[in-house]
């Protein structure tokens, strides 16, 4: 309907002898979609007949067809489009289409009038989460929309708009909580289950009427969606059979169940209908037989199980196909790591999650896939009263769009780290940078330090960077916090209030270092303010040295010894604030942040370093004096180089026994040293931080070989093992972890890295 004014009319005549005749068909009314629609969402009509919305020009032609004007499409962004909706909006149906409008302008739309979405997603800007534009709008204003597909109509709201199914199959008060996230679902489920996604009539199913929400302020983020795709298992490893049994008296419940608050809802243990921890350990394996089989296809009798796995460590919905030939029930286990005792084949429990599912399933065939993306590289089917057939099974992946890198050398080693590291940053880059997929998936601060390097290298962009600093800087204030602090990880307060004062520094450092990136000054200015409130803050726990003592909230240097020294004057936690204050005197042209700074590094040389290594911490005596507790680390002395407080040429012969004698050498399974160790009175460090800031102090010392070394050292076990690439030296928490990803940014200093 995108013609001139006078065809318009013309056509609008035709249709009035139509629309009550005395026989035949009948035309239900007119349709205007167009001219008042948008340049770039056109479509084919020929951009001459555009037209700005015009209450008078509308008029005629609704005059011209005898009042018959139905339905009129609009794009609101368009001059004079809110105005002319209100008027039109009451004469006929305005609907919104044909358009580029963002969410805003889309919801203006709505607010003025229009109460329909023409073709839904088509002739709009495609749906993304941090941009919904028109659809998202539509949804939102619980407008009325069709979807179209092909040229044809495939579903359409009614008058009473969108409604919903809910799916009372799926049983909500399961115990399904770790900690941190939800590990676990069941599901009571005939053949009918999926009629609410496939039938044609809907009519007998149970629905419910979206009751629209208070409107809500959305973001606008430039990060593109992750690729979403089915990955298979590559072979079956073990079958066996099992017996169930009754450990009950022997289950504790930890934190997962118990701490429960009005921050962290959840079900407590008597409102838990289905106890699926229980289950999973009531379930004791025997006559296990190691297998090397394809994953096409297979039978499992009643009370056996096999066990596939994924070619790596993989991140997304696990989904199957199954046939039952009675009701059964499935019991589905998954872990990133096999058990090595034998008796599981599956730790469902690893790193203190409960990973369980349960599929409750009268005879019949068919196709499964969790709500919830999970973690695994395998996957444990388990048949409880009935013979099962199970194929296609794998996970639905998620991850990051795979990056235009390659590995350039022909080091073995070398290019399964390249490969674990591809994997690990892809399945932790979602919008923000995550922890890891398996356990929490939030975004924390410090790890994000170390995350935005390989997003710099892989992408040659920081926008997902942009959006993680920015997150921190929307609220005014943080509920649970003290005025200045920031929350440790994104989004938002910790439940109970618990804060990093560390992981804050490390935000500063990592605004310095996305301004050398990006040359984004906008972001360093509007962050000024929380900046200044932060040093504030830190302001009040410094003692007669200007260091920071008995500082408040959780005092983290690293996951090792290091954690447990950080009583009163913590060292590690003064040289990285230290760092801290000459990032800000860089960033904001501030010499008395600089004069601090230096003040604070002259006091830990003074204080604690012993003439050979810095001591981790001071505690004060009862007669007011600091004194040094004797206890040293290696991530200590790694902190000291990194930060300034120590350099190459004014700590040589330290610097000398950190780069021959400390490091992955001297540990044989971490924490423990091997016999023909050296300095066994300093504790070793760990994966995160110390390792990566001596990876770090390696390459800036330049001793390339010794980086190269030190890289397949730390994490060639990781890549054989898992694909992916792990929180800690050892296997005991997560197994693919965002930041272990920081690995490429070395890669890339060596020059391993090519394009593709």
Same mark, same amino acid.
């Given at each position: 309907?995108?013609?001139?004014?006078?065809?318009?009319?013309?056509?609008?005549?035709?249709?009035?002898?139509?629309?009550?005749?005395?026989?035949?068909?009948?035309?239900?009314?007119?349709?205007?979609?167009?001219?008042?629609?948008?340049?770039?969402?056109?479509?084919?009509?020929?951009?001459?007949?555009?037209?700005?919305?015009?209450?008078?020009?509308?008029?005629?032609?609704?005059?011209?067809?005898?009042?018959?004007?139905?339905?009129?499409?609009?794009?609101?962004?368009?001059?004079?489009?809110?105005?002319?909706?209100?008027?039109?909006?009451?004469?006929?149906?305005?609907?919104?289409?044909? &358009?580029?409008?963002?969410?805003?302008?889309?919801?203006?739309?709505?607010?003025?009038?229009?109460?329909?979405?023409?073709?839904?997603?088509?002739?709009?800007?495609?749906?993304?989460?941090?941009?919904?534009?028109?659809?998202?709008?539509?949804?939102?204003?619980?407008?009325?929309?069709?979807?179209?597909?092909?040229?044809?109509?495939?579903?359409?709201?009614?008058?009473?708009?969108?409604?919903?199914?809910?799916?009372?199959?799926?049983?909500?008060?399961?115990?399904?909580? &770790?900690?941190?996230?939800?590990?676990?679902?069941?599901?009571?489920?005939?053949?009918?289950?999926?009629?609410?996604?496939?039938?044609?009539?809907?009519?007998?199913?149970?629905?419910?009427?979206?009751?629209?929400?208070?409107?809500?302020?959305?973001?606008?983020?430039?990060?593109?969606?992750?690729?979403?795709?089915?990955?298979?298992?590559?072979?079956?490893? &073990?079958?066996?059979?099992?017996?169930?049994?009754?450990?009950?008296?022997?289950?504790?419940?930890?934190?997962?169940?118990?701490?429960?608050?009005?921050?962290?809802?959840?079900?407590?243990?008597?409102?838990?209908?289905?106890?699926?921890?229980?289950?999973?350990?009531?379930?004791?394996?025997?006559?296990?037989?190691?297998?090397?089989?394809?994953?096409?296809?297979?039978?499992?009798?009643?009370?056996?199980?096999?066990?596939?796995?994924?070619?790596?460590?993989?991140?997304?919905?696990?989904?199957?196909?199954?046939?039952?030939?009675?009701?059964?029930?499935?019991?589905?286990?998954?872990?990133?790591?096999?058990?090595?005792?034998?008796?599981?084949?599956?730790?469902?429990?690893?790193?203190?999650?409960?990973?369980?599912?349960?599929?409750?399933?009268?005879?019949?065939?068919?196709?499964?896939?969790?709500?919830?993306?999970?973690?695994?590289?395998?996957?444990?089917?388990?048949?409880?009263?009935?013979?099962?057939?199970?194929?296609?099974?794998?996970?639905?992946?998620?991850?990051?769009?795979?990056?235009?890198?390659?590995?350039?050398?022909?080091?073995?080693?070398?290019?399964?780290?390249?490969?674990?590291?591809?994997?690990?940053?892809?399945?932790?880059?979602?919008?923000?940078?995550?922890?890891?997929?398996?356990?929490?998936?939030?975004?924390?601060?410090?790890?994000?330090?170390?995350?935005?390097?390989?997003?710099?290298?892989?992408?040659?962009?920081?926008?997902?960077?942009?959006?993680?600093?920015?997150?921190?800087?929307?609220?005014?204030?943080?509920?649970?916090?003290?005025?200045?602090?920031?929350?440790?990880?994104?989004?938002?307060?910790?439940?109970?209030?618990?804060?990093?004062?560390?992981?804050?520094?490390?935000?500063?450092?990592?605004?310095?270092?996305?301004?050398?990136?990006?040359?984004?000054?906008?972001?360093?200015?509007?962050?000024?303010?929380?900046?200044?409130?932060?040093?504030?803050?830190?302001?009040?726990?410094?003692?007669?040295?200007?260091?920071?003592?008995?500082?408040?909230?959780?005092?983290?240097?690293?996951?090792?010894?290091?954690?447990?020294?950080?009583?009163?004057?913590?060292?590690?936690?003064?040289?990285?604030?230290?760092?801290?204050?000459?990032?800000?005197?860089?960033?904001?042209?501030?010499?008395?942040?600089?004069?601090?700074?230096?003040?604070?590094?002259?006091?830990?040389?003074?204080?604690?370093?012993?003439?050979?290594?810095?001591?981790?911490?001071?505690?004060?005596?009862?007669?007011?004096?600091?004194?040094?507790?004797?206890?040293?680390?290696?991530?200590?002395?790694?902190?000291?180089?990194?930060?300034?407080?120590?350099?190459?040429?004014?700590?040589?012969?330290?610097?000398?026994?950190?780069?021959?004698?400390?490091?992955?050498?001297?540990?044989?399974?971490?924490?423990?040293?091997?016999?023909?160790?050296?300095?066994?009175?300093?504790?070793?460090?760990?994966?995160?931080?110390?390792?990566?800031?001596?990876?770090?102090?390696?390459?800036?010392?330049?001793?390339?070989?010794?980086?190269?070394?030190?890289?397949?050292?730390?994490?060639?076990?990781?890549?054989?093992?898992?694909?992916?690439?792990?929180?800690?030296?050892?296997?005991?928490?997560?197994?693919?972890?965002?930041?272990?990803?920081?690995?490429?940014?070395?890669?890339?200093?060596?020059?391993?890295?090519?394009?593709?």
């Amino acid at each position: 309907m995108t013609l001139k004014e006078p065809v318009l009319i013309r056509a609008a005549e035709c249709v009035r002898g139509f629309v009550r005749p005395e026989k035949g068909a009948k035309c239900a009314g007119i349709h205007l979609e167009g001219p008042f629609i948008s340049y770039s969402k056109r479509g084919a009509q020929n951009p001459d007949n555009l037209h700005a919305p015009d209450r008078d020009m509308f008029d005629r032609i609704n005059e011209a067809s005898g009042g018959v004007v139905r339905l009129i499409t609009v794009a609101p962004e368009i001059d004079g489009a809110l105005d002319f909706i209100r008027y039109a909006s009451g004469v006929c149906t305005v609907s919104l289409g044909h &358009s580029a409008a963002s969410y805003d302008q889309a919801m203006a739309g709505f607010d003025a009038g229009a109460r329909h979405a023409t073709h839904l997603f088509n002739g709009m800007e495609p749906f993304h989460h941090r941009k919904p534009g028109l659809v998202g709008a539509a949804l939102a204003a619980g407008a009325e929309a069709e979807l179209i597909c092909d040229g044809k109509v495939t579903a359409a709201t009614g008058d009473s708009g969108f409604t919903a199914r809910y799916i009372a199959e799926h049983e909500q008060k399961a115990e399904k909580f &770790s900690f941190q996230r939800t590990f676990t679902e069941v599901y009571n489920l005939d053949g009918s289950y999926r009629d609410f996604e496939i039938a044609s009539d809907v009519s007998s199913l149970a629905q419910v009427k979206l009751v629209p929400t208070e409107k809500k302020a959305f973001i606008a983020r430039d990060s593109a969606l992750n690729s979403y795709y089915h990955v298979p298992a590559k072979k079956i490893v &073990s079958r066996g059979a099992f017996d169930v049994g009754d450990y009950s008296a022997t289950i504790g419940y930890g934190r997962h169940i118990k701490e429960i608050s009005y921050k962290m809802t959840g079900f407590t243990l008597d409102e838990v209908t289905t106890n699926s921890l229980l289950e999973a350990r009531n379930i004791e394996n025997k006559d296990i037989t190691v297998t090397d089989i394809a994953a096409d296809c297979t039978d499992i009798e009643k009370n056996h199980f096999a066990v596939f796995e994924m070619e790596r460590n993989t991140t997304g919905q696990i989904e199957f196909d199954i046939v039952c030939e009675d009701d059964a029930e499935v019991l589905v286990t998954f872990s990133e790591l096999l058990e090595k005792s034998g008796s599981e084949p599956v730790d469902f429990r690893h790193a203190g999650l409960v990973c369980s599912m349960i599929w409750r399933l009268k005879k019949g065939e068919y196709h499964l896939s969790t709500a919830e993306p999970y973690t695994a590289m395998y996957i444990k089917f388990a048949a409880k009263k009935a013979n099962i057939r199970v194929s296609r099974v794998g996970m639905n992946y998620f991850g990051a769009d795979m990056p235009k890198k390659a590995y350039a050398g022909s080091d073995k080693a070398l290019g399964e780290i390249f490969d674990a590291a591809i994997e690990t940053y892809r399945q932790n880059t979602f919008t923000i940078y995550m922890d890891c997929p398996s356990r929490e998936r939030a975004g924390w601060l410090c790890d994000s330090f170390f995350t935005s390097r390989v997003e710099k290298v892989l992408t040659g962009k920081s926008e997902t960077e942009k959006v993680f600093l920015e997150n921190f800087l929307l609220p005014d204030s943080f509920e649970a916090l003290p005025h200045g602090m920031l929350p440790m990880c994104y989004p938002g307060d910790h439940r109970n209030g618990n804060f990093i004062p560390n992981w804050a520094m490390w935000y500063v450092l990592e605004l310095e270092e996305y301004l050398g990136r990006t040359g984004n000054r906008a972001l360093i200015d509007t962050a000024k303010e929380k900046i200044y409130a932060l040093l504030d803050y830190f302001r009040r726990f410094e003692n007669e040295y200007s260091l920071l003592e008995k500082l408040d909230g959780w005092v983290f240097v690293e996951w090792s010894k290091s954690n447990e020294l950080t009583q009163d004057v913590n060292f590690p936690t003064n040289m990285l604030y230290a760092r801290m204050l000459e990032s800000v005197a860089r960033l904001y042209d501030d010499a008395n942040a600089m004069e601090k700074a230096q003040k604070i590094k002259d006091a830990v040389n003074t204080l604690s370093f012993t003439g050979e290594f810095y001591c981790d911490n001071a505690v004060r005596s009862s007669d007011g004096n600091l004194v040094l507790s004797d206890k040293y680390t290696e991530s200590c002395q790694y902190y000291a180089f990194f930060c300034g407080v120590a350099t190459f040429d004014s700590r040589p012969g330290l610097w000398q026994i950190m780069r021959d004698d400390f490091g992955p050498g001297r540990v044989d399974v971490w924490p423990n040293f091997r016999d023909d160790a050296k300095w066994k009175n300093v504790y070793p460090s760990n994966a995160f931080i110390g390792d990566y800031l001596r990876l770090e102090l390696i390459y800036l010392f330049g001793d390339y070989d010794k980086l190269t070394a030190d890289i397949k050292s730390f994490f060639t076990k990781m890549a054989e093992t898992t694909g992916t690439l792990w929180e800690n030296e050892t296997s005991n928490a997560s197994c693919n972890h965002g930041f272990a990803s920081h690995v490429l940014y070395w890669m890339d200093k060596l020059g391993m890295i090519k394009n593709i």
